[in-house]
């Protein structure tokens, strides 16, 4: 059993908690988050520490004790620390420019495909096959990613595509592999 939610998160110098409600903000060096918690879990903030705790043992109240507790952390290490997400580009002719706000992606198409930029994340070009997505928010960063990498998700067979820095792609062996 998951006891994600019974964890203390530890507040780092620079950060601001407020809780008024069932409001959560978070302010830090890198900007300000706030979240819409449910009624039924408390957060105090207790010696430079939060803690969040539930009235009951319902099924419910256990999941929502944990994704609170979560969410907390993650709008906590993102206004002090934030969030990056490396794609990469393999194969011939596979590559992104950052123009602006938009991206710019040739992915073995007969058009270029061109993504513009949310205005809270921001996109820095590493070379011409990579490219490093950054913000506060995990979510948004996460997903921006993910939009990016299903324009052409990587092949099993060659490994061509758009992966995430770092990712296995498991490979097949193909046609010859019957005989």
Known sequence: MS????????????????VEGNKVTVKGPKGELSYDKNPLIEVKEVEGKLVTKRPNNNKT?????????????????GVSEGFKKGLEAVGVGYRFQVQGNKIN??????????????????VEQVSNTEITISG??????????????????????????????????????????AK
């Open 105 to 122: 992606i040739n992915a073995n198409f007969s058009h270029p495909v061109i993504i513009p930029v949310p205005s809270d994340i921001k």
């Open 61 to 77: 109240t256990k999941q929502l004790h944990g994704t609170t507790n979560s969410l907390i952390k993650n709008m906590i290490v």
């Open 3 to 18: 006891r994600i939610g019974n964890r203390e998160l530890v507040i780092p110098a620079g950060v601001t908690v407020a």
């Open 136 to 177: 506060i928010d995990k979510q948004k960063v996460s997903e921006f990613a993910a939009n990016v990498r299903k324009i052409r998700e990587p092949e099993p067979y060659k490994g061509k595509g758009i992966r995430y820095k770092g990712e296995h792609v498991r490979r097949k062996e193909g046609k010859k592999a």
